[in-house]
């Protein structure tokens, strides 16, 4: 382990996702959600396309393995590695965790050089946007994109976990401009994303008044970071006030109903709570281009490559099936398509 406290950080982290099974909040509200089953579907289930292009990439499937972890361990290098390696293989889409640690530990870089296992897929970067108000800027962020060889940047947005984390930055005024400042400078895509409370329709305006195109919604119902940050702090009262936050926020479904004025203008990822692929269906019958999972992936790629490509294997059965239970054998058929939805 180094000696870095963010690395640390990190590792404390996954140690209470998998230590509080209460972190794992199971509200996302996709179980309120029915779709309109389809008894005589009217075609092949060997002929359904579930394939989608992505950052100029084909994928075999709309799944983002979301951003979790890098730094400078080894376990963390092998969930990362894990995690690029079954992204390759089973040809989806891959984002890392927070990349400000390879920049204040040059340790942390191995964890994020992740092209040589993931060749053709979209990787993509992550700095957190309230680090625009601590000192970094273009120099930082595209480093962090030549690192990893990254297609689009991650800026995360996490107030409340800010807010409760016990090394938070709390300082969010005028990001919208210092955002739109950087997007105007960086060699790839910008995708501004929330960590799981939701974007809310003013966050999506001041997105698109910066410049942004892909917005990354991230609702709450999943993984709960205020609860993982209030274990972290030796503060009563911090850990309280993680703890009341805990289900804080617009979960994933509701962002994407916010997100519909805007469909025209920018393109969105879901992410937050979504557990399978009847998830993943729902999400894109509402307007997602793709599919963020994570906490679902993390055991797996502690496990071993081969692990992680079955739970992908399986994301991907769950949707072809519940695309052929509809009647809907193309993608272009689920997209935005309100008729699939039980009123």
């Not at 998998?18 to 008894?39: A, C, M, N, P």
Request: glycine residues 8%; negative net charge; hydrophobic residues 40%.
């Amino acid at each position: 382990m180094s000696d870095s406290p963010i690395t640390q950080r990190k590792q404390d982290h996954i140690d209470w996702l998998l230590q509080d099974e209460k972190i794992e909040r199971r509200q996302s509200g996709f179980d309120q959600i029915q779709l309109t089953h389809r008894g005589l579907p009217e075609c092949d289930y060997a002929q359904v396309d579930s394939g989608i292009t992505f950052l100029q990439h084909s994928l075999s499937f709309p799944l983002l393995i979301s951003s979790m972890t890098g730094g400078a361990s080894n376990t963390l290098n092998t969930i990362n590695e894990n995690l690029a390696r079954a992204a390759e293989h089973c040809q989806v889409a891959m984002a890392v965790g927070s990349q400000r640690t390879m920049i204040l530990d040059r340790k942390a870089e191995k964890s994020f050089q992740l092209r040589q296992f993931a060749p053709t897929v979209p990787l993509i970067a992550n700095m957190g946007a309230i680090q625009l108000n601590y000192g970094f800027g273009f120099d930082e962020a595209q480093r962090m994109v030549d690192v990893l060889e990254a297609d689009a940047l991650y800026l995360h947005l996490n107030p409340l976990q800010e807010v409760i984390q016990p090394e938070g930055d709390t300082n969010f005024a005028k990001l919208a401009k210092k955002i739109a400042h950087l997007k105007s400078r960086l060699s790839v895509p910008i995708i501004l994303k929330e960590v799981g409370c939701g974007l809310s329709e003013k966050d999506i305006q001041l997105g698109l008044e910066a410049g942004i195109k892909w917005f990354d919604l991230a609702g709450r119902g999943g993984t709960s970071w205020s609860r993982i940050e209030a274990h972290r702090t030796d503060n009563n009262q911090q850990a309280e006030l993680g703890k009341m936050f805990q289900d804080w926020g617009l979960t994933t479904p509701q962002a994407l109903k916010q997100a519909r004025p805007f469909q025209s203008q920018a393109q969105f990822i879901a992410s937050g709570g979504i557990r399978n692929g009847i998830d993943m269906v729902k999400s894109v019958i509402m307007g997602a281009q793709i599919c963020g999972v994570a906490a679902p992936l993390l055991k797996p790629a502690m496990a071993s490559t081969n692990a992680t490509i079955e739970t992908i294997e399986q994301l991907q059965q769950e949707f072809r099936t519940a695309q052929f239970l509809l009647g809907m054998p193309k993608m272009a058929d689920l997209f935005l398509n309100d008729s699939l939805l039980v009123p």
